[in-house]
């Protein structure tokens, strides 16, 4: 099936760094992708909602100046978490749905995460 | 708002035992409605759905039935195999959205022991 994996798997960064985090559909194209976050013994929150070569929409209460979304292509988005600071610790994860003959329409296939801690 | 309630964990079941997790709903409208699987260090994986009332979802050997007048779509097994232990989480996608917004439940670990 179709495969979705996201780079770092973990990353550890000081308070005020940005971070980037990768998320690319392997053998699809991924017209729209989508990120969330999810807190220990919560549900997935979704942050945004990204269509490729468009600016992202934003969930209610997420700021977008804070995590910048990029989707550039139709393999790649990116989520990068700027001036970084203990409570954006947490496990961000990303979907994505697209076409292809790998891809079944309208199912969002999801990476495994990336867990960042900020210190 | 829509949200998706599910039983807390962890489900502890020896192996060939039946399983159900309970889930159920509050949407406006007829929302689809999904349970999807996480295997540990690996993504979400889509185990089933079912888009409207009275439908069955199976696969895998789990099955799910949508229930409006319970609102409910618990996943259920007939013989759980070790293999099945991860998290399992109930989602639902509102009908009044243009896009396809997964609204998640908080997962249900499960955890099987020969």
């Known amino acids: 099936g179709a495969v979705v994996s996201q780079h770092p798997s973990r990353v550890i960064c000081k308070s005020g760094t940005s971070v980037k985090i990768e998320c690319r559909s392997l053998?699809?194209?991924?017209?729209?992708m989508f990120w969330y976050r999810q807190f220990p013994k919560k549900s997935l929150m979704l942050m945004a909602t990204?269509?490729?070569?468009?600016?992202?929409?934003?969930e209610q209460g997420v700021e977008k100046d804070k995590f910048l979304i990029n989707h550039a292509s139709l393999t790649l988005s990116t989520l990068t978490v700027t001036s970084a600071h203990p409570e954006d610790s947490s496990f961000y994860i990303c979907?994505?749905?697209?076409?292809?003959?790998?891809?079944?329409?309208?199912?969002?296939?999801f990476g495994p995460g990336t867990r960042l801690t900020v210190l | 708002g829509d949200s998706v309630t599910q039983m807390e964990g962890p489900v502890t079941l020896s192996e060939e035992a039946f399983l159900t997790i309970n889930c159920t709903y509050t949407?406006?409208?007829?929302?689809?409605l999904f349970w999807y699987v996480q295997y540990p260090g690996e993504g979400l994986q889509l185990l089933l759905k079912?888009?409207?009332?009275?439908d069955k979802g199976s696969n895998k050997g789990f099955e799910a039935t949508y229930r409006k007048e319970t609102t409910s779509f618990h996943l259920e097994k007939g013989s759980v195999q070790v293999s099945d232990s991860a998290v399992y989480f109930c989602?639902?996608?509102?009908?009044?959205?243009?896009?396809?917004?997964?609204?998640f439940g908080t997962g249900t670990r499960l955890q099987v022991f020969p």
């Open positions: 979907s994505a749905r697209g076409s292809g003959r790998r891809a079944i329409t309208d199912t969002q296939y």
């Open positions: 053998d699809f194209q991924a017209t729209t």
């Open positions: 990204s269509n490729e070569g468009s600016k992202a929409t934003y």
């Open positions: 949407a406006t409208g007829y929302p689809s």
């Open positions: 079912a888009t409207k009332a009275d």
């Open positions: 989602a639902l996608v509102p009908r009044s959205y243009n896009t396809d917004k997964l609204i």
